[in-house]
C-alpha cells in the first residue's frame, strides 16, 4: 500500500510537469506468484486466478480519470514540517472532453488529514463522486469504494491514513 501511494505521488507531480511529460510507464506489470525477481509487481497471477495490488487500482483510478488541463492549487497545512508536506499531495485536473475536475489527494501519513476543498467558484451544486482507496501499509488486498458526496463549502473533507482520494465533479 505504501508503495502504490508513492507512485500515486509521483502520478501528481506527473500531472503537475504535463506540459513536458509525455507519457508514463510501470514495469514490471505481470509476475506468476512466487517466481518473481523483484518486488512489487503490479499484476500478480497463478495457474488459477489473478491477483490485483493497490498499485493496480492506483494506475487504473488514474488512467480512468484523466485530464488535460493542470488547474493550479495551494496547498496549505497546519503542519509545515517538512515530513509531513513530502507525504501529502494534491492534483487538480480537468477533462475538457467530458467536462469533469478531478482532484486527487494523497495522504501517506499514518493518520487521519482533514482538508477543506475551496470549490465556491465551481457550478456544480457539491454534488461529487469519491473513490477513496486505502489500506494499511502491509495491505495487499485493497480495493477502491466509490460513492457519490456533496461537497458543502467550509466542511472538512476526512483522508483516512494512508489513503488515495479522488473526486470528479461533472462541471
Do not use: C
Request: aromatic share 8%.
Amino acid at each position: 500500500m505504501e508503495t502504490a501511494l508513492s507512485e500515486a505521488l509521483h502520478l501528481n507531480n506527473l500531472e503537475r510537469n504535463g506540459d513536458v511529460v509525455a507519457m508514463s510507464s510501470y514495469a514490471p506489470l505481470f509476475a506468476k506468484e512466487g517466481f518473481t525477481q523483484w518486488n512489487p509487481d503490479l499484476i500478480y497471477f497463478t495457474n488459477t486466478e489473478v491477483k490485483l495490488t493497490p498499485g493496480y487500482y492506483v494506475q487504473h483510478l488514474y488512467g480512468n480519470s484523466p485530464g488535460n488541463e493542470y488547474i493550479p492549487a495551494q496547498t496549505q497545512s497546519s503542519n509545515n514540517d517538512a515530513g509531513v508536506m513530502k507525504r501529502l499531495s494534491t492534483s487538480i485536473v480537468r477533462n475538457t472532453k467530458t467536462n469533469e475536475l478531478m482532484v486527487r489527494v494523497v495522504n501517506l501519513l499514518p493518520v487521519t488529514a482533514n482538508i477543506s476543498l475551496n470549490l465556491s467558484e465551481l457550478p456544480t451544486g457539491g454534488k461529487a463522486q469519491k473513490t477513496v482507496l486505502t489500506g494499511n501499509p502491509a495491505d495487499r488486498k485493497v480495493v477502491p469504494v466509490t460513492d457519490e458526496t456533496h461537497l458543502q463549502a467550509g466542511k472538512p473533507e476526512q483522508l483516512p491514513p494512508y489513503s488515495l482520494t479522488i473526486w470528479k465533479i461533472k462541471l
